[in-house]
């Protein structure tokens, strides 16, 4: 049948060139061999698919930025569901250490863990009003002492090891997640960077290369991010926090934990 198709002339074999180019084509540049493909695509993200740099950004922080907020003393009870040890509902997981310590332990003595801040409050001076200080897309549970040390340091590779926190270092100006966190820290940091561009009076937070930020609403440095995002891709524990959140608590989504490859898209 192809073959009596061809040989009825030049406009049927055009024809038959055009359908097939039609049927393989869409394939080829909806799917690269990377994509990761989620049940939201065809609704959350629906603007966003299929776009790349900044339009794809600026699709997602319209999505993302419908949500809502939760208050500072809220996010206590909020980790204790969010970051919840799935081997044991009586604890959480410490990130920057991976240790499982009791829900109960929140607060601020020696032996408690409390509200880490992935994106450091004094990078933008947002503080803990509801916002950006307040979003549980980039706060997770810490051990006091290990928060402490990271301070409000950019993020970067090299240093000593952290006491508490083994297989993470620190250096006088940055500090590196242990392996299991690096991922979850881009993610949560290149998050922060789409959902606040400058609107509802707050800073627009951006990633940079620098290890020096200070007070500035930038966080670096971007490019080892980026490493990270690839060296660690999201856990089962990441894409149940993401879905917690969503579902329980803000109604909105990491797009780079269900899409990490749109980090390389964008950025
Ligand atoms: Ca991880
Ligand atoms: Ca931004």
Same mark, same amino acid.
């Given at each position: %049948?192809?073959?009596?198709?061809?040989?009825?002339?030049?406009a049927?074999?055009?024809?038959v060139s055009?359908a097939?180019?039609a049927?393989t084509?869409?394939?080829?540049?909806a799917?690269?061999?990377?994509?990761?493909?989620?049940p939201?695509?065809?609704?959350?993200?629906?603007?966003?698919?299929?776009?790349?740099?900044?339009?794809l950004?600026?699709?997602?922080?319209?999505i993302?930025?419908?949500?809502?907020?939760?208050s500072?003393?809220?996010?206590?009870?909020a980790?204790k569901?969010?970051?919840?040890d799935?081997?044991?509902?009586?604890?959480?997981?410490?990130?920057?250490?991976?240790?499982?310590?009791s829900?109960?332990?929140?607060?601020g003595?020696?032996?408690?863990w409390?509200?880490?801040?992935t994106?450091?409050?004094?990078h933008?001076?947002?503080?803990?009003?509801?916002?950006?200080g307040t979003?549980l897309?980039?706060?997770r549970?810490?051990?006091?002492?290990?928060?402490?040390i990271?301070?409000?340091k950019?993020w970067?590779?090299?240093?000593s090891?952290?006491?508490?926190?083994?297989?993470?270092?620190t250096?006088?100006?940055?500090f590196? &997640?242990?392996?299991?966190?690096?991922?979850?820290?881009?993610? %949560?940091?290149?998050? %922060?960077?789409?959902?606040y561009?400058?609107?509802d009076?707050w800073a627009?937070?951006? &990633?940079?290369?620098?290890?020096?930020?200070?007070s500035?609403?930038?966080?670096?440095?971007?490019?080892?991010?980026?490493q990270?995002?690839?060296?660690?891709?999201?856990?089962a524990?990441?894409?149940?926090?993401?879905?917690?959140?969503?579902?329980?608590?803000?109604?909105?989504?990491? &797009?780079?934990?269900?899409?990490?490859?749109w980090?390389?898209a964008?950025w």
């Open positions: %049948m192809f073959r009596a198709q061809i040989g009825r002339g030049k049927t074999l055009a024809a055009a097939l180019v049927l084509l869409p394939a080829v540049v799917a690269p061999a990377n994509a990761a493909t989620t939201y695509d065809d609704t959350y993200y629906k603007n966003a698919i299929g776009k790349t740099g900044p339009t950004k600026s699709s997602l922080h319209t993302i930025r419908s949500q809502s907020k939760i500072y003393d809220a996010v206590w009870n980790l569901a969010t970051d919840q799935p081997n044991n509902t009586n604890n959480v997981i410490l990130l920057y250490s991976g240790v499982s310590r829900k109960s332990l929140n607060g003595d020696v032996g408690d409390n509200r880490e801040h994106w450091a409050q004094s933008g001076s947002f503080g803990t009003s509801a916002g950006p979003d897309h980039h706060l549970a810490c051990d006091v002492q290990v928060n402490s990271r301070g409000n950019d970067d590779f090299g240093g090891p952290v006491s508490g926190a083994s297989g993470s270092y250096d006088s100006d940055s590196e &997640p242990r392996n299991a966190d690096k991922g979850d820290v881009a993610r %949560m940091i290149l998050y %922060m960077a789409v959902r561009e400058g609107g009076g627009d937070l951006e &990633p940079n290369e620098s290890t020096s930020n200070g500035v609403p930038l966080h670096g440095r971007l490019s080892v991010l980026k990270w995002n690839e060296q660690d891709p999201p856990s524990f990441e894409k149940r926090r993401n879905d917690v959140i969503y579902n329980s608590y803000q109604g909105n989504r990491n &797009p780079f934990i269900d899409h990490p490859e980090v390389e964008i």
